[in-house]
């Protein structure tokens, strides 16, 4: 798990008991990126406007305390979604050849600039969540494959369904179980979210 030094003046100071969960909510469904298990995670917020603006607001700290970038997919006044991701690891996912090749094939002109590559996947969220979507939640692309297959066995559900290297699957799922459990442990022990982010 990846540690970090957090000045106690850095930390973001929340009054807000419905923006204090959210945060919680954000810190358990996306420990795996937040503790640099998983390129990226998925985060969603839905109808709740005022949450949607607060985020926005503290979109750059989050960003600064977590350790992570933000993009957002989309976006409207009842609905958010977000890709929380590593930056360094989500662009070693991306240049390899295998993940070109496949995001070429769904449409996608590559560029060396995140944003863009980002930006078109945004786009294709206006249609619906993507199948492509995997790849950057860094499923393995021969899963990302098999399931656009209708003729495809699934082999074991998780995180994402497994088509193939079960083991590998399931000891990836472990390692996200445990990012999960121990910021879940966190929160149960009675720290909030400033003293988690002195723990990680």
């Not at 009054?15 to 954000?26: E, K, P, V």
């Not at 998983?38 to 917020?45: D, E, N, T, V």
Request: hydrophobic share 40%; charged share 20%.
């Amino acid at each position: 798990m990846m540690n970090k030094n957090i000045e106690k003046n850095e930390i973001v100071k929340i009054q807000n008991d419905a923006f204090n969960q959210l945060y919680r909510q954000m810190a358990i469904n996306c420990a795996p990126t937040i503790l640099g298990e998983k390129p990226a995670s998925l985060f969603c917020i839905k109808n709740k406007p005022t949450l949607i603006k607060n985020f926005e607001d503290q979109q750059p700290r989050i960003e600064k305390l977590f350790g992570v970038k933000i993009f957002v997919l989309k976006h409207s006044e009842n609905h958010l979604v977000i890709l929380l991701y590593n930056l360094i690891e989500l662009m070693s996912i991306l240049s390899t050849t295998e993940a070109s090749q496949f995001l070429e094939s769904m449409g996608y002109v590559l560029s060396d600039s995140l944003d863009v590559i980002l930006y078109q996947l945004s786009t294709n969220f206006e249609a619906g969540c993507p199948h492509e979507i995997g790849i950057f939640l860094g499923y393995p692309i021969l899963d990302v494959k098999a399931f656009l297959e209708p003729k495809s066995e699934c082999l074991l559900c998780g995180y994402w369904k497994v088509f193939s290297n079960v083991e590998s699957a399931k000891k990836t799922f472990e390692r996200y179980d445990k990012a999960k459990a121990f910021v879940t442990n966190v929160f149960e022990n009675g720290l909030d979210f400033q003293e988690l982010l002195l723990c990680i």
